[in-house]
């Protein structure tokens, strides 16, 4: 897939670098490059045509905060809250995230490559047309979440929890998958025949079924 430069994105010409620290103030055409923000209190803050690039952002409280037509590289988000935050065209290149809290938030049209996932929380989260594309996601969390025409192209899933989720054609045919799941998890999932291979002892287990070879 292509995946766009801050060059390429149409409002880079119009971009203002920041000094400003993370307040709670909105953002409109605003470049943070090479900053470190630890512990800001900036909920419901709004990001309009916005970049980050080496960005680290510790502690923060960004809950209900609003991100549309972001580009991050290289972007730290560290212990920081998202929850129930609004993601409507954001790109986000090598970047990592862990222990962020995302829950009952909305993202739309987001695209995650290159990123490493640990211990994200998307509980109760509703994900539309989110790509995570070769992403590592580590003990994350879409439990309650629904997630439709996502898809998860060349990433690694490692005790990903897919418990009570929702899903329509989502897409995970060519990832590598360690799941935790219930009865309907995959239901709404695309898998290929050696997925689905090295998924069914898990399916057969949150079935009920026992596999047992003894005494053939």
């Not at 990592?96 to 909305?106: E, R």
Request: a negative charge; aromatic letters at 6%.
């Amino acid at each position: 897939m292509k995946l766009p430069d801050l060059a390429d994105m149409p409002y880079a010409a119009a971009l203002t670098r920041s000094d400003s620290e993370l307040d709670g103030s909105d953002f409109d055409t605003v470049l943070f490059e090479q900053a470190e923000f630890s512990g800001p209190n900036a909920a419901n803050t709004r990001f309009l045509e916005c970049a980050f690039r080496r960005v680290s952002i510790t502690d923060a409280k960004l809950q209900r905060s609003s991100l549309r037509d972001v580009w991050a590289r290289d972007l730290r988000l560290t212990a920081t809250s998202l929850a129930e935050s609004h993601w409507h065209d954001v790109t986000m290149l090598g970047s990592a995230l862990a222990g962020v809290q995302v829950f009952g938030a909305d993202l739309r049209n987001v695209v995650f490559s290159g990123c490493k996932l640990d211990s994200v929380n998307f509980r109760a989260s509703r994900l539309t047309a989110v790509v995570f594309h070769n992403c590592v996601l580590r003990d994350v969390d879409f439990g309650g979440a629904s997630l439709i025409r996502c898809s998860f192209p060349g990433s690694q899933l490692v005790r990903v929890d897919l418990s009570k989720v929702t899903m329509d054609r989502t897409d995970f045919r060519t990832a590598e998958l360690g799941l935790i799941i219930d009865v309907g998890s995959l239901r709404g999932a695309i898998i290929s025949s050696g997925q689905l291979a090295v998924v069914a002892p898990v399916l057969a287990q949150a079935l009920g079924i026992e596999i047992n070879d003894e005494g053939l």
